[in-house]
């Protein structure tokens, strides 16, 4: 079975840290683009980061300079590293695959929930 | 910036109606849009890819149109279980950028 499974999420401080954790199953995980998607309680879906098989990455403004998405082919696993974190990134952090050749998210995992308060 | 707006933002229908929604881009995405469906609790699920060509395992009652700007996904007769809220998604071309809409609120009419 095609899986994504998260971890890592929990409560920080403002101006902390956290790394997140994805584990892929299922597909062979080094031929896909992957990325991280996030969502706010009650909001919509904002795209995190993504990496290509290469190991190129791509962030939008709003983490460019604060998080770092990486992966460890070897161990079938995605990560993101967030740093600075402020309260506006706050949600439920997914990740996702990226479907071969079409440029949409055909595999998600269930999330994991990542909440930035004092 | 490409931005994706969505209409309506909420629609209100009954089971075996045709749900028609729409999301506009703000420029040219060519046929590189997708959609997604959320239910509550749960992370979304692709729909549709390319515009118009549907996921894997998605019935037939899902259908997507459109290119450039403006996009339709159309559900022919809904069933009880497609009440949900619909994202769509476009990829800029370089460098690489994704984008949502606000998304589409189906709900029980």
């Known amino acids: 079975e095609v899986q994504l499974v998260e971890s890592g999420g929990g409560l920080v401080q403002p101006g902390g840290s956290l790394r997140l954790s994805c584990a892929a199953s299922?597909?062979?995980?080094?031929?896909?683009?992957m990325h991280w998607v996030r969502q706010a309680t009650g909001k919509g879906l904002e795209w995190v980061s993504a990496i290509g098989t290469a190991g190129d990455t791509y962030y939008p403004g709003s983490v460019k300079g604060r998080f770092t998405i990486s992966r460890e082919n070897a161990k079938n696993s995605l990560y993101l590293q967030m740093n600075s974190l402020r309260a506006g990134d706050t949600a439920v952090y997914y990740c996702?695959?990226?479907?071969?050749?079409?440029?949409?998210?055909?595999?998600w995992g269930q999330g994991t929930m990542v909440t930035v308060s004092s | 910036e490409i931005v994706l707006t969505q209409s309506p933002a909420t629609l209100s229908l009954s089971p075996g109606e045709r749900a028609t929604l729409s999301c506009r881009a703000s420029q040219s995405v060519s046929s590189y849009l997708a959609w997604y469906q959320q239910k509550p609790g749960q992370a979304p699920r692709l729909l549709i890819y390319?515009?118009?060509n549907r996921a894997t395992g998605i019935p037939a009652r899902f259908s997507g149109s459109g290119s450039g700007t403006d996009f339709t996904l159309t559900i022919s007769s809904l069933e009880p279980e497609d009440f949900a809220v619909y994202y769509c998604q476009q990829r800029s071309n370089w460098p690489p950028k994704y984008t949502f809409g606000q998304g589409t609120k189906l709900e029980i009419k």
């Open positions: 996702a695959r990226e479907g071969s050749g079409y440029l949409a998210f055909d595999i």
């Open positions: 390319d515009a118009s």
């Open positions: 299922g597909f062979t995980f080094s031929s896909y683009d």
